[in-house]
T-cell receptor, first 114, second 113 residues
Framework: AQSVTQPDIHITVSEGASLELRCNYS??????LFWYVQSPGQGLQLLLK??????LVQGIKGFEAEFKRSQSSFNLRKPSVHWSDAAEYFC????????????FGQGTTLQVKP | DTAVSQTPKYLVTQMGNDKSIKCEQN?????MYWYKQDSKKFLKIMFS???????INETVPNRFSPKSPDKAHLNLHINSLELGDSAVYFC????????????FGSGTRLTVV
């Protein structure tokens, strides 16, 4: 079955500290992977995506993610967190089908301490 | 200019009523989606249209009916609303091709009382 697991429901980090949000996926075909961020009361914004090639992808707002096929993981990282990064983060997986259907993880809430 | 716009942003209604949520995108995208986000923030796909053709129809009560009058619009009509329908409903669009992620609207918070 296709699924995405974000093991950490809630993470708190201090401003300026590094961040890693975990994402594990189960997908039968070649996965296309995405990270989205949702600020309170807002829609989801695409941070970055992976389709092929270099397994380390750069995104907006200083985020990056690394695809590890052997671990079925696509973890999101940021070297130094800013207070404005506090939000909900969603990992999603899809494939090359024409429908473009994405399966989302349950999300990780990031809290940033001053 | 708002890329994917949903109306209304908030909707409070009584059980048993019928309501509609509208979505419009001005990006020229080919495919549009409806997702439901429950109280635990879990996002689940409901429907998708590609150029006015229904391409995804997940296990959703038939009280929910999507309609796409043209490529730029995808509306969601809900009959006989129930308490469990309370959620945030997101519209999204995507340009054809797996390389493209979704562009989301800002959501419609539906509360059934």
């Amino acid at each position: 079955a296709q699924s995405v697991t974000q093991p950490d429901i809630h993470i708190t980090v201090s401003e300026g500290a590094s961040l890693e949000l975990r994402c594990n996926y189960s997908y039968g075909a070649t996965p296309y992977l995405f990270w989205y961020v949702q600020s309170p009361g807002q829609g989801l914004q695409l941070l970055l995506k992976y389709f092929s090639g270099d397994t380390l992808v750069q995104g907006i707002k200083g985020f990056e993610a690394e695809f590890k096929r052997s671990q079925s993981s696509f973890n999101l990282r940021k070297p130094s967190v800013h207070w404005s990064d506090a939000a909900e983060y969603f990992c999603a997986v899809g494939g090359s089908s024409n429908t473009g259907k994405l399966i989302f993880g349950q999300g990780t809430t990031l809290q940033v301490k001053p | 200019d708002t890329a994917v716009s949903q109306t209304p942003k908030y909707l409070v209604t009584q059980m048993g009523n019928d309501k509609s949520i509208k979505c419009e995108q001005n990006l020229g995208h080919d495919t549009m989606y409806w997702y439901k986000q429950d109280s635990k923030k879990f996002l689940k796909i409901m429907f998708s249209y590609n150029n006015k053709e229904l391409i995804i129809n997940e296990t959703v009560p038939n009280r929910f009916s999507p309609k796409s009058p043209d490529k730029a619009h995808l509306n969601l009509h809900i009959n006989s609303l129930e308490l469990g329908d309370s959620a945030v409903y997101f519209c999204a669009s995507r340009k054809d091709g797996a390389l493209y992620g979704y562009t989301f609207g800002s959501g419609t918070r539906l509360t059934v009382v």
